[in-house]
């Protein structure tokens, strides 16, 4: 890949990836409830979900769902259904106590078993989750579809080639998800400290779930 051509696909995947979407939303959310370090797994699974998408494409399967409307709404309705499953989960999620508080206190921060199994949430179910919300999503590898063949040369190795665009795509991924997104959301952390700004931030990160969710599922 000649250095014009990997500069045009460098400029590009920061262009997507600061594009708001369902794998930005899970970030953030992962970064408040989990905090900056751990919500790397969950930017992993993301990542993860991107190697497969690519793969599909570079097999020629990609074709097959974007040609294939059973399949494609298949996954499509499956990817919408989790997505609202997130975010009727975040949106109903009660406050968690933060460190020192007092939950009897008057106005402290109530807490449940649900509210302490997010706060500790392990690295597998973190990476899972986000392998699932970029899996699920059929107009990722419709978009790939289109995407990638403006970066490769059919008269070369394509093996490297898509090796190349893969390591660009995930590098810069990862970089704008941890380095800008899941920071970003630590700025909100001082509204954590209440109950009303934990149930607020429950509130607006779960309707922006559940408007993905209905937007992958109404949009063709």
Known sequence: MSVPLWLALLAASVVISFTPGAGAINTMRNALGVGL?????????????????????????????????????V??????????YLGIRQFLARPVAAPGDDPAAPGGPATSPAATALATESAWSLFRRGLLVNLLNPKAIVFFLAFLPQFIRTDAPLLPQYLMVAATVIAVDVAVMWGFFAIAARSFRRVTRSVRGQTVLNRVFGSLFLVVGVALAAIH
Do not use: E, K, M, T
């Open 37 to 73: 370090l751990r919500s790397i797994w969950g930017i992993l699974g993301q990542q993860a979900a991107l190697v497969v998408h690519i793969v599909i494409v570079a097999l020629g399967l990609g074709v097959l769902v974007a040609n294939s409307p059973l399949l494609f709404d």
């Open 75 to 84: 996954i499509r309705y499956g990817g919408a259904a989790y997505l609202v």
